[in-house]
């Protein structure tokens, strides 16, 4: 399984952005996907992630402000970032976890950084 994201750069605090991530090298399907960050000197931390059916689950700290979707037919999945602060800051990587496994999968990570 390989994912590759993009998506991320430098913003004013109250931009938005939105990360792609494109899923290829396994059935789609058969994974939940989801979208972690690591702030600097943190520990990596999980944002929000999406099943095939498109139930979603999000961290407090982004609630009302992030949206994640996947496009099924493109194998991909988004994550809309709005009304970001500074606490956003950090690298961004995609996930992907084969349902029923232990298999967890990552994408290289894409950087987003957040200015006041």
């Known amino acids: 399984v390989q994912l590759q994201a993009s998506g991320g750069g430098l913003v004013q605090a109250g931009g938005s952005l939105r990360l792609s991530c494109v899923f290829s090298g396994g059935i789609f399907r058969a994974f939940s996907l989801g979208w972690y960050r690591q702030a600097p000197g943190k520990e990596r931390e999980l944002v929000a992630t999406?099943?095939?059916?498109?139930?979603?689950n999000y961290a407090d700290s982004v609630k009302g402000r992030f949206s994640i979707s996947r496009d099924n037919a493109k194998n991909a999945v988004y994550l809309q970032m709005n009304s970001l602060t500074p606490e956003d800051t950090g690298v961004y990587f995609c996930?992907?976890?084969?349902?029923?496994?232990?298999?967890?999968?990552w994408g290289q990570g894409t950087l987003v950084t957040v200015s006041s």
């Open positions: 999406i099943t095939y059916g498109g139930s979603t």
């Open positions: 996930n992907a976890d084969l349902l029923r496994t232990t298999n967890h999968y």
